[in-house]
């Protein structure tokens, strides 16, 4: 089973490039993030033309996910299992082959004097208590997506940069590590525990051929799941070229 997760950055501008990458990486689930489309735009014929069955949540022209799969989706969740109000378009769950599968994009947080960095870590306890309720029933569980969180100073090409900046301080990475404890394991560092792979550029400042990067997309699985990771990617030649998406598409392949 080859499972990917990748913030493609608006399908409307990327879907000749999303087409052409599914043929060739060949993938049976995909979790995308940033579709920055509303479920009525959603191109969901396309996609059934290419070979997969889609779920996908969006209300406007920001945030969106979406997860494709060869098989058909079971059991649909849209946003979490517990209603909020202010949860936006980023999370949406679906039984594939026994596992819950979620494509998750976590907020930005955009500084740490902004509110939205406040809901940022809401979400991230709420994403924890979504997971630590599947795990309780028994279910199989893997989240994948944009997480916006760098783990740890290896997944930050200069920790230094960022100092006092989003995306890497403690109040956010103990959200991360609370996931973790729940019973996920990050899977792509389970397989590269020790190099230094990122999976986000920034447009500017010619930060992708620099390797300015960060480690923020992440899949995420209950321990017994990521047992079963044989080989791991980050597709690099899909940062490149006309009009790439700012991320990379991250490939976990499973064992069945």
């Given at each position: 089973?080859?499972?990917?997760?990748?913030?493609?950055?608006?399908?409307?501008?990327?879907?000749?490039?999303?087409?052409?990458?599914?043929?060739?990486?060949?993938?049976?689930?995909?979790?995308?993030?940033?579709?920055?489309?509303?479920?009525?735009?959603?191109?969901?014929?396309?996609?059934?033309?290419?070979?997969?069955?889609?779920?996908?949540?969006?209300?406007?022209?920001w945030?969106?996910?979406?997860?494709?799969?060869?098989?058909?989706?079971?059991?649909?969740?849209?946003?979490?299992?517990?209603?909020?109000?202010?949860?936006?378009?980023?999370?949406?769950?679906?039984?594939?082959?026994?596992?819950?599968?979620?494509s998750?994009?976590?907020?930005?947080?955009?500084?740490?004097?902004?509110?939205?960095?406040?809901?940022?870590l809401?979400?991230?306890?709420?994403?924890?208590?979504?997971?630590?309720?599947?795990?309780?029933?028994?279910?199989?569980?893997?989240?994948?997506?944009?997480?916006?969180?760098?783990?740890?100073?290896l997944?930050?090409?200069?920790?230094?940069?960022?100092?006092?900046?989003?995306?890497?301080?403690?109040?956010?990475?103990?959200?991360?590590?609370?996931?973790?404890?729940?019973?996920?394991?990050?899977?792509?560092?389970?397989?590269?525990?020790?190099?230094?792979?990122?999976?986000?550029?920034?447009?500017?400042r010619?930060?992708?051929?620099?390797?300015?990067?960060?480690?923020?997309?992440?899949?995420?699985?209950?321990?017994?799941?990521?047992?079963?990771?044989?080989?791991?990617?980050?597709?690099?030649?899909?940062?490149?070229?006309?009009?790439?998406?700012?991320?990379?598409?991250?490939?976990?392949?499973?064992?069945s």
């Amino acid at each position: 089973m080859r499972v990917v997760t990748w913030n493609v950055n608006s399908l409307r501008a990327r879907m000749d490039r999303l087409a052409s990458w599914l043929k060739y990486a060949d993938p049976d689930i995909v979790c995308l993030q940033e579709t920055k489309v509303q479920d009525s735009g959603f191109p969901y014929e396309e996609i059934a033309a290419m070979g997969y069955h889609s779920v996908h949540y969006g209300v406007s022209q920001w945030n969106g996910v979406a997860i494709l799969s060869k098989r058909v989706p079971e059991e649909v969740q849209i946003g979490f299992l517990e209603p909020w109000d202010a949860q936006e378009a980023r999370i949406v769950t679906a039984r594939i082959d026994g596992i819950s599968i979620s494509s998750v994009y976590v907020p930005n947080g955009r500084s740490l004097e902004d509110a939205h960095y406040i809901f940022k870590l809401e979400w991230l306890k709420r994403l924890e208590l979504e997971i630590s309720a599947r795990l309780s029933r028994g279910e199989s569980v893997l989240i994948a997506g944009d997480f916006n969180v760098a783990p740890q100073d290896l997944d930050v090409w200069d920790p230094e940069e960022f100092v006092g900046a989003t995306h890497v301080s403690p109040a956010e990475r103990r959200a991360l590590e609370a996931i973790y404890q729940v019973g996920l394991l990050d899977v792509f560092r389970r397989i590269y525990p020790d190099q230094r792979i990122y999976t986000w550029w920034d447009f500017r400042r010619g930060a992708f051929h620099k390797g300015q990067g960060l480690r923020i997309d992440l899949v995420l699985a209950d321990l017994d799941l990521a047992a079963r990771a044989v080989w791991g990617l980050m597709d690099r030649e899909a940062r490149k070229g006309e009009k790439p998406s700012d991320h990379a598409p991250v490939i976990i392949d499973f064992q069945s």
